[in-house]
């Protein structure tokens, strides 16, 4: 079984800026990508960013420039900086990894609880 948890979201003013974090932990056997979506009331869960292990990203358009995918193979975990935030990137943030635990027997994906996230003055 893998955890994920989170942290990071909170409270901030147009222009400000939040670094999201996810732990990945448990029985991990192997991670082909991690990365982030966010999901508002009433709308789908969009894709904000992902990364591979190998380290290629890939960003929605609406937050290219402003937000920063990174992660740390060794502790299993992943991180979203964002800068220049907008009240329109206010959402909930949720983790996504795609792997396997020693239990599996195929790669799925495993998610977060969500963090909220809200840019307001």
């Known amino acids: 079984q893998v955890q994920l948890v989170e942290s990071g979201g909170g409270l901030v003013q147009p222009g400000g800026s939040l670094r999201l974090s996810c732990a990945a932990s448990g029985s991990i056997h192997s991670i082909n990508a991690m990365g982030w979506y966010r999901q508002a009331p009433g709308k789908q869960r969009e894709l904000v960013a992902r990364?591979?292990?190998?380290?290629?990203?890939n960003y929605a358009d609406s937050v290219k420039g402003r937000f920063t995918i990174s992660r740390d193979n060794a502790k299993n975990t992943v991180y979203l900086q964002m800068n220049s935030l907008k009240p329109e990137d206010t959402d909930v943030y949720y983790c996504?990894?795609?792997?396997?635990?020693?239990?599996?027997?195929?790669?799925?994906?495993?998610w977060g609880q969500g963090t909220q996230v809200t840019v307001s003055s």
């Open positions: 996504n990894v795609d792997g396997r635990s020693y239990s599996d027997y195929y790669h799925r994906s495993y």
């Open positions: 990364i591979t292990s190998g380290g290629i990203t």
